[in-house]
């Protein structure tokens, strides 16, 4: 933990988007995790993401659990809103925040602990109810805070920095997103902003539910030989399905790219994302053979990560629930409180 | 692009800007940070080893290193190096406890140094305490050179000079004042082992123009009226000055005329205001004084009745630059002014001047008749005889002066010992973690946001009624405090250990000044397109590792690191440390000896 306020110094020739601000203008506090976690890498994925898609910091509402990942929207964004809430009940907040305003960008931010284990039944059902949020999860298998215990995503076998191995089967929390219905899957490395970044961005600018479970090694109890999730064995065994360019141009993209080694992409806004594809001939538009894909290569030790997962025509709770497009802060008493009237109007419909 | 031969004692003294920049290489960081702990005598001496004069440097140096300072390319202005330096000498206790005793053993070498300036004194500090027989001979009756002469008192109190000059004769250096050297050949008769010339440049530049014989006892020639007042041979000038000429010497002249009953003082220069020598700084101090400074202006005619100075006529120029760059200064077109005056000082130059020496006693002059001198070991072409200061090359400045004494005595040294002057030792280094615990260093690693602190003055009225008193005040101890703080530590050094690194971004991450990258080597001028901010300074150093666990390397931009140390606090593995580097430079004594 630093001690130290970050200087306000920055780099004279540093630049600066659309809105005018740099990328230090997303900043939050000095972060108080330890040095080298991967967790601030994800921070500062997001806080690049966000500079570069010039989104004003007043926009975004970050919400968390509780844990190492948790306490992270404290270090980003420092001009957004922010809710940490009890342990587990992110979604169920970020769902309701949602209800209420649906303008915002809700950038729900967790851990392993707090989505795997006490808040699974929340993460579960905030997917299926397709929630229009970035669901993040910064998974390094062990509760950190709690001095490194295996967490629910540690694999069966793992072994902890003291030598106790793993016997409990592992959740996987991509195969779950995929299962319940998230129309934006993804996995990702902290120690690979190039591939991170890119997919935080198109993320955001994804409409539904968009879940990415974000490797993060823990350097203090969970980044030794025989840990599944260090940074030595990420690298060894990550297998990127496809290397994704986010493009902001809002034009048709003509590319070099030989046909079939490229997947354009577009975006609910007319964005377009570009996906590169690598190795095995993968489409991002096959929920089931996403499934048996990841099933297949994790089961030979391989770390699947890129954009897993990618419905086209996504759909979100707004839509389902049929409700008021303007933010319920900028309705009315009279739209609010309809009266009596209008109340005795829906009981008999009921009856 | 890992150079082939990576120095670290170049590169990281390199990185150390005021150091670098500093001709006799100060350690500057260390002695600032010094002041700031309240420890000025030892600030106070780890500036006298290396620039023998820090009370008359602190006061009066051309401070090469405020434009390198790091903090100019990260805020708006430089930290105030040179005042700091002052601070230092002001506040000090009683250092001569600390003082190299007189050498009770003698090597049998004589050396003589021609002139008492801050040249030759450097060589005698330098030479005295090994144990050479040093004797430095100057027409005046106090040594300190064009430091007591040339500079008025207002700006360097006369008992600094006095305290810093003493501290050398101290040191067991004989002294024969008002004793010219008439003849360098009868000179070399006395079988010196060694001869040092530091004689500055002591002649004043003359302004040809119609009427200035008829009107010389109204026109001076700014460095000998300036040694005339320090003598106090002039007391009193007339009310109306133009002084001719855009150095510092015109500036002590406008100056000094200010405190000497000049009311209406002007100085004129030929050139634009932006391309003065004069440094910005007096420039500015002058104007504080009320002084009007006229540029593009070059003087026609001196006007007399009877030889009684009216006035100068000036001609109106404009800068024109040619393709090359190259300005030459034609007539505006507008007609000529006269402006109306009653004494002139003439300040447009100095020249060398060794009328003393004469030709073909095997020291050899070049076609502009100054002598022919190595630039490292200072040797003339009599292998015996060096020459330094302004005598060397012509008029620079007093801390160029000094570095070429340090140089000088070194050649001496190796000379004396049968040692050839001209293979110069090579630098020795030290780094040292400065880590005290986890988040712990040994220096102060936050960054202040103070902008440079200015130095108070006496006020105008008492200031220029009395030309001996001096008008800078100084930094008081709080103010000198604040100074302090501003500076970025730039000794201590981001040192990268490639082995450590797990390659986790927290120090790319944590950098507020986007300094550091991991990426794909290249070739210099490809890696510098492609960091993650422009390294547009190639001036400065990018500092890079060998190929990582991924393959790709760390790429650090000196350019504009404040030093914070927050890479190596955001490090896990300890990768980056904080080091402060310590660059050992031969001096004359047994560093300069070994080759090693």
């Known amino acids: ?351 | 692009m890992k150079p082939e031969r990576f120095d670290p004692a170049d590169y990281f003294h390199k990185v150390v800007d005021c150091q670098w920049a500093c001709p006799a290489h100060t350690p500057v960081p260390e002695y600032i940070r010094l002041i700031a702990a309240g420890r000025y005598a030892d600030a106070y001496m780890i500036n006298w080893e290396s620039n023998v004069f820090p009370g008359i440097l602190g006061r009066t140096c051309d401070r090469p290193c405020e434009p390198a300072c790091r903090r100019g390319r990260v805020e708006k202005e430089p930290v105030a190096i040179c005042r700091l330096k002052r601070v230092a000498a002001d506040f000090k206790d009683d250092v001569r406890p600390r003082m190299p005793a007189k050498s009770e053993f003698k090597n049998g070498k004589r050396v003589a140094c021609i002139g008492a300036g801050p040249a030759s004194l450097t060589v005698a500090r330098d030479l005295a305490p090994l144990g050479y027989e040093v004797v430095v001979f100057d027409a005046e009756p106090k040594a300190g050179g064009m430091v007591r002469t040339q500079i008025p008192k207002f700006r360097l109190p006369e008992e600094v000079i006095d305290e810093e000059v003493g501290y050398v004769f101290d040191l067991g250096v004989e002294f024969r004042h008002g004793h010219r050297v008439e003849s360098m050949s009868a000179f070399l008769a006395h079988d010196w082992d060694a001869v040092f010339v530091g004689t500055g440049a002591p002649r004043g530049r003359d302004l040809e123009a119609p009427g200035r014989k008829e009107a010389a006892a109204h026109i001076h020639l700014g460095i000998d009226w300036l040694a005339n007042v320090a003598f106090g041979h002039v007391t009193k000038i007339s009310k109306r000055v133009i002084v001719l000429g855009g150095g510092n010497t015109a500036m002590d002249c406008c100056r000094s005329a200010r405190r000497l009953g000049g009311e209406d003082v002007k100085v004129v220069v030929r050139s634009g205001f932006e391309e003065m020598k004069a440094s910005p700084w007096e420039k500015e101090d002058a104007m504080h004084e009320g002084i009007p400074i006229l540029n593009y202006m070059v003087p026609k005619e001196f006007r007399h009745v009877g030889g009684k100075l009216t006035g100068v006529l000036f001609e109106k120029v404009r800068a024109e630059y040619d393709a090359k760059g190259r300005r030459s200064l034609v007539p505006s077109g507008e007609p000529d002014e006269f402006l109306e005056c009653d004494e002139v000082l003439v300040a447009v130059g100095q020249e060398n001047a060794f009328p003393w020496i004469e030709r073909g006693i095997g020291i050899e002059f070049d076609k502009w008749d100054m002598p022919v001198v190595d630039q490292e070991t200072m040797a003339s072409t009599l292998p015996h005889v060096f020459f330094g200061g302004d005598s060397a090359f012509g008029p620079k400045n007093i801390i160029w002066a000094v570095a070429h004494g340090h140089a000088a005595a070194v050649s001496i040294d190796r000379m004396c010992h049968g040692l050839d002057p001209s293979v110069r030792p090579h630098p020795g280094y030290s780094l040292i973690s400065q880590k005290m615990g986890i988040h712990e260093w040994s220096y102060d690693n936050a960054i202040s946001a103070q902008q440079r602190l200015k130095v108070p003055l006496v006020e105008n009225r008492k200031a220029l009624g009395d030309i001996k008193l001096e008008v800078e005040l100084g930094f008081d101890v709080v103010r000198a405090f604040e100074e302090a703080q501003r500076c970025l530590n730039c000794d201590v050094q981001t040192i990268f250990t490639e082995k450590l690194c797990i390659e986790c971004d927290a120090c790319v991450d944590i950098c507020p000044m986007d300094c550091i990258t991991f990426t794909a080597d290249g070739p210099e001028g490809d890696l510098r397109a492609r960091l993650n901010a422009p390294a547009n300074n190639v001036e400065q150093a990018l500092y890079t590792s060998d190929a990582l666990k991924t393959g790709r390397i760390m790429a650090k931009d000196e350019d504009v690191c404040l030093h914070c140390g927050l890479c190596a606090e955001r490090c896990p593995t300890g990768a980056w440390d904080m080091q402060k580097f310590n660059v050992k430079l031969p001096r004359a004594g047994a560093s300069c000896r070994s080759t090693a």
Do not use: W
């Open chain 1, 1 to 351: 933990m630093t001690f130290l306020p970050k200087p306000k110094f920055r780099h004279p020739a540093i630049e600066t988007n659309e809105l005018g601000l740099t990328h230090r203008d997303y900043e939050g506090s000095i972060s108080t995790l330890c040095a080298g976690c991967g967790h601030d890498s994800i921070s500062s994925a997001i806080m690049h993401a966000c500079y570069e898609l010039n989104l004003p910091p007043h926009r975004i509402a970050k919400l968390s659990g509780i844990g190492c990942s948790s306490k992270t929207p404290t270090y980003f964004l420092g001009n957004a809103h922010g809710f940490n809430s009890v342990h587990g009940r992110m979604p169920s907040v970020l769902t309701g925040a949602n209800v209420a305003n649906r303008e915002l960008i809700y950038l729900g931010v967790s851990g392993d602990g707090d989505s795997a284990s006490i808040g699974f039944g929340q993460f579960a059902h905030s997917i299926r109810r397709g929630v229009n949020m970035v669901y993040i999860v910064a998974n390094n298998g062990v509760y950190g805070l709690t001095k490194g215990q295996f967490s629910a995503t540690a694999d069966k076998g793992a072994k902890l920095k003291k030598g106790a191995v793993n016997s409990d089967s592992p959740i996987d929390l991509v195969a779950m997103a995929l299962q319940l219905g998230a129309t934006f899957v993804a996995r990702s490395f902290s120690g690979d902003k190039g591939q991170l970044v890119p997919l935080i961005k198109a993320a955001i600018e994804h409409r539904g539910p968009a879940f990415i479970d974000c490797i993060s090694p823990c350097v203090a109890f969970n980044n030794h030989e025989g840990s599944t999730k260090s940074f030595d064995y990420v690298r060894e065994h990550n297998e990127a399905v496809n290397a994704l360019d986010f493009v902001t141009e809002r034009a048709p993209i003509t590319t070099s790219y030989a046909p079939g080694d490229m997947q354009v992409v577009r975006l609910h806004d007319g964005t377009f994302i570009r996906l590169r594809k690598v190795g095995a001939d993968y489409d991002v538009h096959d929920r089931i053979a996403a499934m048996n894909y990841i099933s297949t290569r994790e089961a030979s030790g391989e770390v699947v990560t890129g954009l897993i997962y990618l419905e086209d025509h996504p759909e979100d709770m707004h839509d389902h629930l049929d409700t008021v497009s303007t933010p319920l802060n900028r309705l009315g008493d009279a739209e609010l409180v309809p009266g009596q009237a209008a109340l005795d109007k829906i009981n008999a419909g009921l009856r």
